[in-house]
């Protein structure tokens, strides 16, 4: 249901009153109701600048974007932490991101390593650890195609020079050995990272290889990183269709295949924010179009098959209806089952990525609402994408600090919130469900025709559960 612009502005307005005069100015350009049409020139979000002091903010760092995002889900090639053990601590993290191999022989994704810095490598450099480390990771892991070495902070006070120990280490080991500068203090969050992880597989991988057949059905997967198996539902149905996948970016993706993705006909990316950087330089460089879809919910899916579909010949749209037709029965009885039971339900997002947009169709085939959204990094293209997406007067935020999250919450009073693990717990505490929408809650697949049903299923398991009624909900 919409609400009046003016009505959410003034909602807006009260949660601002709790802070002082200059935090209020400045957080109020962050949170905006919602215009569907984009043309409201004072509902535009300000996004992409750094946290304002002292307020609590929930973002991630550049470190983390590179590492938790882009490097780590290649899964035959080892990533080093290079830095201290806390945010080494880092390394013992797995998001999710599932892949096919055996870990520790052939593939890696569970195994990250850390150089583990202490005070006499801050005083005397740890240029000597990293290069004892990479042989240590050779010998170990004989069977790993490259190393990437991601520098924390401390890296870059200090002036560790990781690019000439990986040069003479790469030389040495005979693998490719790819040095990261992404020191989490570098911009804003954690949307830097990615873009520069992005820069280093240009430099070091992307064009290196060479795919001995091409076909005009060729494409790349970008920016799916395979949560709970997200990429392999997306790769069934384009494969399903009559496409061929050369790559996935990155999630169950190697080394290789990071390589020749430039062999592609088309670059096909779903999440956008992490992942356009590459594909905008696939396409200056190698002339590979890229185009945008979403396998969230039945709605958007089949958009999104007939827009890729619209990229090639005659055979391939009349397969994407055929699979449209083929699964249909099975969405329709997944919707059949699950919206009676969660129509007109309440949802509030605040995600990263591509999750606040790209999730509000699925929610809407289940006849939900999304009442508020926002991003933790996102940038003003990202919002741009999101603003017809929403109803209007609904609330849009970028960088919500804790408290006015929760003040949202209780005011717009969502029957479900969906969020990241740092927030979990505050709303368990408030007696608000909650799905933790960064990993899927350890479930999934969302993605696809295999992930709407365990998308629906958890949405009904969470609103609905009666554990709820045991809690006192707090105002």
Known sequence: MSRPIEETQRLIDE????????????????V?????????GTCQVKSNVKSRPGVMTVRGCAFAGAKGVVWGPVKDQVTISHGPIGCGQYSWWSRRNYYNGETGVDTFGAMH????????DIVYGGDKGLAEALREVK?????????????ECPVGLIGDDIEAV?????????IPIVPVRCEGFRGVSQSLGHHIANDTIRDFMLGKGDLEKTTPYDVNIIGDYNIGGDAWSSRKILEE???????????????NELAIAHKAKLNLIHCYRSMNYICRHMEEAYGIPWVEFNFFGPTKIYESIRRIASHFDDSIREKAEAVIARHKPLMDQVIGEYRPKLDGKKVMLYVGGL??????????????????SGYEFGHSDDYKRTYPEMKEGAVIMDDATLYELEEFTRRLRPDMVGSGIKEKYSYHKMGVPFRQMHSWDYSGPYHGFDGFPVFARDMDMTVNSPVWSL?????
């Not at 010998?139 to 520098?151: C, M, V, Y």
């Open 15 to 30: 949660v601002m009153e709790a802070y002082p005069e200059k935090t209020k100015k400045d957080r109020a350009k962050h």
């Open 32 to 40: 905006k109701p919602n215009d569907p049409t984009g043309t409201c």
């Open 113 to 120: 390593i850390t150089t583990d810095f202490r005070e006499k």
């Open 139 to 151: 010998e170990l892991f004989p069977l790993a195609r490259g190393i990437s070495i991601l520098s």
């Open 166 to 174: 990986s040069r003479k280490a790469a030389g040495e080991l005979g």
């Open 241 to 255: 269709m009559g496409l061929r996948v050369v790559a996935q970016w990155t999630g169950d993706s190697t080394v």
């Open 355 to 372: 999750r606040p947009r790209h999730t509000i169709g699925a929610y809407e085939d289940l006849g939900m609402e999304v009442v508020a």
């Open 471 to 475: 809690i006192r909900r707090k105002r």
